[in-house]
C-alpha cells in the first residue's frame, strides 16, 4: 500500500511539473496526459489542446498531431522553436475561418522517433538487401538514422486509433467520424500522416503532410525508399471523393531534397483523380526545415481542412 501510495506521489508530481511549468499556451488550454500507456508503443505524454470556445454542448473536430512537445510552447522546446498551433488555430476561430476543432499533440518516442514514423508496408516491399542498406545508414554527423530499432509505425498508428482515439471520443465531445478527424505532421510526421490516412482511410479524412521526408534517410540518389513510397501511393490513396490532402515543401537546408520528389507525388494524386477541392501541393520559396517555417504558413493546411 505504502509503495503505491509512493508511486501515486510521484506521478502526481511529475504530472504538476510536466502542465503547469513546461508548457504555456496564448489562447485555449491544454489538458495532459502524462506517460499515456499503450500496448503497441512505449508510454509518452499527450497534450490537449482546447480553444478558447470550447464548449461541451458543441461538437468538435479532431486534429491529432505528431512531434506533440514542437507545438506550443518555443521556451519549452529544445530548438527554442515550436508550430504555435495555440496562436493560429485559436486566432482563425476568433476570426471565425474555420470550424470548431481540438488539437491532440502526440510526443514521438524520442530515440524511436524514426522507426515509428517510417511507413512499414513500403518498406517491406524492399528487397532484404536494401532493407538492411537502408538500416545501416547513418546521419551527417554519423550517428545512426535507426539507433538500431526495427520500424514500428503500424504499431504507433494502432496505438492512435485504438488507443489515444478511443480517449479522446471517449472524455471530449468530438465528432467521431472520418470527416471530421484529421492527421498532421512535418518530415518524417509527413510521412506518418501519409500512411495514417492510406491505412485507416475510415478514420482520418484529411491529411497534412508539411515538408514530407520522402528520402526517409538523408539522401536522394541511389535510395529506393521515394519509389517504394510512389508505388504504395498508387495502390493505397484513399478516394478522393471523402479525403483531402495537403502537401507542401520549402527549397532551403533538408526542404531541397523534396523539389524533384513532391512532383512525382502531385502526378500520382492527379491520376488518382484528386483535384483542387481535395488536395493542395505548396512550394514556399526560401523556407527552411524548421518549426519557424512550419509555424509561418500552417494556417494554409488548417483553413484548407476545415474551412467554414
Not at 473536430?61 to 485559436?90: C, P, R
Not at 499533440?105 to 542498406?133: C, M, T
Not at 524533384?260 to 483535384?275: A, F, H
Not at 493546411?301 to 476545415?306: A, G, H, S, V
Request: aromatic residues 14%; contains cysteine.
Amino acid at each position: 500500500m505504502k509503495k503505491n501510495i509512493f508511486s501515486l506521489l510521484i506521478l502526481i508530481v511529475v504530472y504538476n511539473s510536466f502542465s503547469q511549468n513546461s508548457i504555456k499556451v496564448s489562447s485555449g488550454k491544454l489538458d495532459f496526459l502524462v506517460n499515456f500507456e499503450s500496448k503497441f508503443v512505449s508510454q509518452r505524454n499527450v497534450a490537449i489542446w482546447l480553444p478558447d470556445n470550447y464548449n461541451t454542448k458543441e461538437k468538435y473536430n479532431v486534429l491529432y498531431m505528431h512531434d506533440g512537445q514542437m507545438l506550443f510552447d518555443a521556451s519549452s522546446t529544445w530548438n527554442k522553436q515550436s508550430w504555435e498551433v495555440d496562436e493560429t488555430i485559436g486566432e482563425l476561430l476568433k476570426q471565425n475561418k474555420i470550424k470548431n476543432v481540438i488539437v491532440v499533440g502526440i510526443w514521438n518516442g524520442d530515440a524511436s522517433r524514426h522507426v515509428e514514423y517510417f511507413p512499414k508496408k513500403p518498406f517491406e516491399s524492399l528487397s532484404k538487401i536494401q532493407q538492411d542498406s537502408i538500416y545501416n545508414a547513418s546521419r551527417a554527423n554519423g550517428k545512426s538514422i535507426f539507433n538500431d530499432l526495427t520500424i514500428q509505425s503500424d504499431n504507433y498508428l494502432k496505438f492512435i486509433v485504438y488507443e489515444l482515439k478511443a480517449y479522446v471520443d471517449s472524455k471530449y465531445s468530438v465528432f467521431k467520424d472520418a470527416s471530421h478527424t484529421f492527421i498532421a505532421g512535418s518530415s518524417m510526421g509527413g510521412l506518418i500522416s501519409m500512411y495514417a490516412i492510406c491505412e485507416y482511410p475510415k478514420i482520418f479524412g484529411g491529411a497534412i503532410c508539411i515538408s514530407t521526408h520522402w528520402p526517409g534517410i538523408f539522401k536522394v540518389e541511389g535510395n529506393p525508399i521515394p519509389r517504394a513510397f510512389f508505388d504504395y501511393l498508387k495502390t493505397h490513396l484513399p478516394s478522393p471523393v471523402n479525403h483531402r490532402f495537403y502537401f507542401d515543401y520549402g527549397t532551403e537546408t533538408l526542404d531541397k531534397l523534396y523539389e524533384t520528389l513532391q512532383p512525382k507525388v502531385d502526378l500520382i494524386m492527379l491520376k488518382k483523380g484528386y483535384t483542387s477541392k481535395n488536395w493542395i501541393t505548396k512550394k514556399f520559396e526560401g523556407d527552411n526545415h524548421s518549426e519557424q517555417s512550419w509555424s509561418n504558413r500552417f494556417h494554409f493546411p488548417i483553413e484548407f481542412m476545415l474551412k467554414k
